[in-house]
């Protein structure tokens, strides 16, 4: 069996590398990320469901893998790409290697390759399909380019059934509770519930096909809408649930696809980026206040609009609140008229920076002010 593991990307871009995890094949939409830590809470969140993610970072395992930070009961990502992955990992929480746990939680993935230059190419082209084999599904490059290239493409994927619980659970408030929250879970990931908790917050976590009145049983004081993967003009129930909660006035808040789920609810456009948002330090200015954030970011669709400005809704005024100054793209909605917001970032990162972790509270005021 050969040692050697290939890249394959759409535009027939070939780069060779060696297995890393599992062996066989796997095919997805090949993006990248810029974060030089945190690839347990990337690998194992749902909102990268059927993506090949590339790391420019060049080392990545240093700190193995440990039972405490999963953003979700298992890896997410259809496969790895890595440059030079650690050779013995060192960290005190460490019970097992990176690439361990990939090849146990058969992920396929390749080391050894030039990610930089990968990203590059991403950059210039945009994210496109793109496969991995080793071992014995290795082919010729016209047979594994033709798989490529019969693979589904992102636009038009709906993937939050995928990864939606298919029970109902609760998430405690620490001490003693303030409020309580429906969230309906399109990806969500396990910090959200914990960030919600420490502030006094019961979290009730529903399926994607939650019912109105089951996502409302009990009264909650507010509706959370989660991150998750595919694209937002796929989720029309989700975009119906979110519509009628707007038109009970329930106070609301939504982050990364929640954020394109509530403005699909406004009216609003979405559209697929060229290459997206992945990494840990990418800004945020918010126009309301003029300050800035830097925020952990994983989305390859957005809001259509310009930020800054505000626009008629069903629903009363909308301010496209917040946007990135690197491409001018929304990343926030503020509603004048009815208690509902959203951001297209992750104040719950983890890893990541914590600039953002105020609009939990944010929430929590506006709950209180029903």
């Known amino acids: 069996m050969s040692d050697q593991a290939l890249l394959v990307l759409e535009d027939g871009t070939v780069h060779r590398g060696e297995p890393f995890g599992a062996w066989g094949r796997t095919l997805g939409e090949a993006v990248f990320t810029t974060g030089m830590t945190g690839y347990q809470e990337t690998l ?7 993506q090949i993610v590339v790391s420019t970072a060049p080392h990545i395992g240093n700190t193995g893998w440990n039972d405490e930070d999963d953003e979700s009961a298992r890896i997410q990502v259809a496969g790895y790409v890595v440059r030079d992955p650690a050779r013995m990992p060192s960290n005190w929480r460490s019970r097992r290697g990176l690439g361990e746990e990939l090849e146990r939680q058969g992920v396929v993935g390749v080391s050894g390759v030039d990610t930089r230059a990968i990203t590059r190419r991403l950059r210039e082209t945009g994210s496109m399909r793109a496969g991995l084999f080793s071992g014995d599904a290795l082919g010729t490059t016209a047979e594994m380019l033709d798989a490529v290239r019969a693979s589904p493409p ?29 969230a309906l879970d399109l990806g969500i990931k396990a910090n959200t519930p914990r960030m919600l908790a420490a502030r006094g917050i019961e979290t009730r976590v529903l399926p994607s096909t939650a019912t109105i009145d089951e996502l409302l049983d009990g009264s909650p004081d507010g509706v959370f809408l989660s ?12 975009v119906a649930l979110t519509a009628e909660v707007l038109r009970r ?11 394109q789920i509530l403005g699909r609810a406004l009216g609003l456009g979405t559209f697929k980026l060229r290459y997206g948002h992945r990494g840990l330090n990418i800004p945020v200015v918010d126009h309301t206040t003029g300050t800035v954030a830097i925020t952990s970011q994983n989305h390859g669709f957005a809001v259509a609009g310009r930020p800054g400005e505000h626009v008629d809704s069903p629903h009363g005024d909308v301010h496209l609140s917040h946007g990135c100054p690197n491409d001018g793209v929304v990343e926030g909605l503020t509603c004048s008229d009815v208690p509902a917001f959203s951001v297209q970032y992750h104040p719950e990162a983890a890893a990541g920076p914590h600039d953002a972790a105020d609009l939990f509270d944010r929430f929590a005021s506006l709950m209180g002010g029903r």
Do not use: K, Q, W
Request: with cysteine.
């Open 154 to 182: 992102m636009a038009g994927a709906d993937l939050a059934g995928e990864v939606t619980t298919t029970t109902p659970y609760t998430v405690a408030a620490e001490g003693a509770r303030r409020f309580s929250v429906a």
């Open 44 to 50: 194992t969140d749902p909102s990268y469901r059927r």
């Open 249 to 259: 006035g329930v106070p609301l808040f939504g982050i990364c696809f929640g954020n």
């Open 227 to 238: 991150n998750g993967p595919g694209d937002p003009a796929t989720a029309e129930h989700a």
